[in-house]
């Protein structure tokens, strides 16, 4: 089955206490990206890439970190929590054509809570 | 980033009514998706618009690409309670990232 894999589901975590977030795709996709939503605020993105080793900062990249070393995988690194990074984080995934972007196909989500 | 307004933020329906909701950006953009999101889920692409004036449907959806290349709309005919979700629009205006909309919460009375 074509999917977006997200672990953990659930995290609660201590102020300043190193984590990552795992995503891993399926369907060879070139395109993958990390959001957060929060209430009233929507989904906001942190950071993309547009294939291996390629990444770039989206609209709320502060405090987050990412890797992209094997098209597959794109996992999201906080290296020191903050109460403020307490959201529930998606990742997804998109075929990337030569003129852009279409529908992205999107993980079950990872809520977390940093205390 | 890119600003996008979603209206209304909520609704609440009568099961077999229909449901209109729109999205307005400040930017042109040069595709428009609408996504559903269930609760606990990860939002799913519901319609994709990639030319100003298009109509497109998927069921009982119909969505549209604003002439102005700013606005986009979805309809919901004849709801029932399986619509009950947050239904998110996105823009893309030629980066290669997509912009999402706060999100309209449909409630679907039986």
């Known amino acids: 089955e074509a999917q977006v894999t997200q672990n953990p589901r659930y995290l609660i975590t201590v102020t300043g206490k190193k984590l990552t977030v795992t995503c891993s795709q399926n369907?060879?996709?070139?395109?993958m990206s990390w959001y957060r939503q929060d209430p009233g605020l929507g989904l906001r993105q942190i950071y993309y890439?547009?294939?291996?080793?390629?990444?770039d900062k989206g609209d709320v990249p502060e405090g987050y970190k990412v890797s992209r070393k094997e098209k597959r995988n794109f996992p999201l690194i906080l290296e020191s929590p903050s109460p403020n990074q307490t959201s529930l984080y998606f990742c997804?995934?998109?075929f990337g054509t030569g003129t852009g972007l279409y529908g992205y196909t999107f993980g079950s989500g990872t809520r977390l809570t940093v205390v | 980033g890119q600003q996008l307004n979603q209206s209304p933020q909520s609704m609440f329906i009568q099961e077999g009514e229909d449901v209109s909701m729109n999205c307005t950006s400040s930017?042109?953009?040069?595709?428009w998706l609408w996504y559903k999101q269930d609760p606990g889920e990860g939002p799913v692409l519901l319609i994709a618009?990639?030319?100003?004036?298009e109509l497109t449907s998927n069921g009982r959806l119909t969505a549209q690409f604003g002439i102005t290349r700013k606005d986009s709309f979805l309809n919901i005919s004849a709801s029932i309670p399986s619509d009950v979700g947050i239904y998110f629009c996105?823009?893309?205006?030629?980066?290669?990232?997509?912009?999402f909309g706060t999100g309209t919460r449909l409630t679907v009375i039986p």
């Open positions: 997804a995934s998109s």
């Open positions: 996105a823009g893309r205006s030629g980066a290669n990232n997509l912009f």
């Open positions: 618009l990639y030319k100003a004036g």
């Open positions: 930017s042109i953009f040069n595709t």
């Open positions: 369907m060879n996709h070139e395109y």
């Open positions: 890439s547009m294939n291996v080793e390629v990444t």
